[in-house]
């Protein structure tokens, strides 16, 4: 196997095992905060921008830890794949191929810029 | 009682997606919008949030077999990713209407391809921007290594800014538009551009989830049980896979695809 393939197979691995520390945190969560005579759908038809900030504020306030704990497991979710791009410009950097680095550095920025969105749209 | 069902039909999605290389978003958004009355907003934010689980999941089971190419995967991930920003500026401004409407055609475009033969053509030639970051690469067939090359590198890298822009919108990974890029365009051969895009697929979903997650959007009451549900889904829909006859299943399926196509249009039409 190619040199960047086995290391990049090392970095999908630590990343699947992300995943499986993620999802527990996210059905723990689930499961702490689930109601079943509560609906939770009716909220959820009409659209109310509400950033997340807020939402962790209305949670703490009701003491809806178990939201707050999947809101965390989502939230490290979605940074895994920004992990395995960052892994990806340190290890082809590492590997002496700086242009295979800077394309990664690019996805990088667009990844950061991207969130970063969420912000202010 | 609705809460206790949307675990279980998310597994029954993963199921099926997994078992019809289809995405679990393309089944799990008519769901969420169409049955259980969700803003198409929050059902998008939630579905990509599945996508990021499964890709990112099964990466390291698409590198063993030595048929991603992962330079590839990157270069064409700054196509996605920039992508992802336009579109997710693009849904912000969107009504629900029109994002129900272009649910509906994007559904039905899905259909056509999954019924479309598709036809492996190798590139004889490499592109200078190939040879110049090494994105050429072998795979193995039969116990041989398989070289090729890959063709028009630039507009497959314009074809992943409009997946990202698709993935964006709809919530999906746009695993058929990175495939027609890769395989129809590029002329990567198809288990190649089948493997990449998977591997792929968690950083376009990842580039809007972001966005949609610091806006609030991604809502733990319905993204916990669709990403758990179809995490499993997969995983059982590819163990049973090898056993099944998924020819028959596959048209089957296509033909409620069209239905739902046609329900979503009109959703938006309708209001």
């Known amino acids: 196997m190619r040199n960047v393939e086995k290391i990049e197979l090392k970095i999908s691995r630590f990343l699947g095992r992300g995943v499986m520390v993620a999802g527990m945190l996210i059905f723990s969560g689930w499961l702490l905060s689930f109601n079943p005579s509560k609906d939770p759908f009716t909220p959820l038809q009409v659209y109310r921008s509400y950033s997340l900030i807020n939402s962790f504020q209305l949670f703490v306030m009701l ?3 178990g939201n707050i704990l999947s809101t965390l497991g989502l939230g490290f979710l979605i940074c895994l794949p920004v992990l395995r791009v960052l892994l990806s410009v340190m290890l082809f950097y590492k590997n002496g191929e700086k242009k295979m680095a800077l394309i990664a550095a690019i996805v990088l920025v667009g990844l950061f810029l991207s969130f970063t969105q969420g912000l202010w749209v | 009682m609705l809460a206790l069902i949307l675990f279980p039909t998310s597994i029954i999605a993963g199921f099926f997606g997994s078992l ?3 995405g679990g978003g393309v089944i799990i958004v008519p769901i969420l919008t169409l049955y259980f009355k969700v803003d198409i907003r929050y059902a998008v934010a939630a579905s990509l949030i599945s996508i990021i689980a499964t890709s990112s999941g099964a990466a390291s089971s698409y590198l063993k077999d030595h048929l991603t190419n992962v330079r590839l995967a990157l270069v064409l991930e700054i196509g996605t990713v920039f992508g992802a920003i336009t579109g997710f500026m693009l849904a912000t401004s969107l009504k629900s209407n029109s994002l129900f409407i272009a649910f509906g055609l994007f559904l039905l475009f899905s259909a056509f391809m999954t019924l479309r033969q598709k036809k492996e053509k190798l ?10 970051l090494q994105l050429h690469s072998s795979y193995p067939e039969r116990g041989n290594w398989i070289k090729y090359n890959l063709e028009k590198v630039p507009l497959g890298l314009i074809i992943m800014y409009f997946a990202g822009i698709f993935s964006a919108i709809l919530g999906i990974g746009s695993g058929i538009f990175k495939m027609l890029a890769m395989d129809g365009v590029m002329k990567t051969p198809l288990k190649v551009s089948s493997a990449t895009s998977n591997f792929m697929i968690g950083v376009t979903a990842a580039a809007s989830a972001g966005a949609y997650f610091l806006r609030g959007d ?3 009451e319905i993204a916990s049980p669709v990403a758990i549900g179809i995490i499993i889904g997969a995983w059982l829909g590819a163990k049973v ?6 020819s028959s299943l596959r048209i089957t399926f296509i033909g ?3 239905i739902v196509a046609v329900q979503m249009i009109l959703k938006g039409i309708n209001g």
């Open chain 2, 256 to 258: 409620l695809m069209v």
């Open chain 2, 218 to 220: 991604i809502k733990p």
């Open chain 1, 63 to 65: 003491d809806e830890w």
């Open chain 2, 241 to 246: 896979m090898p056993k099944l006859k998924v």
């Open chain 2, 123 to 132: 590139a004889e030639k490499n592109h200078p921007w190939a040879e110049k």
């Open chain 2, 20 to 22: 019809l290389g289809l």
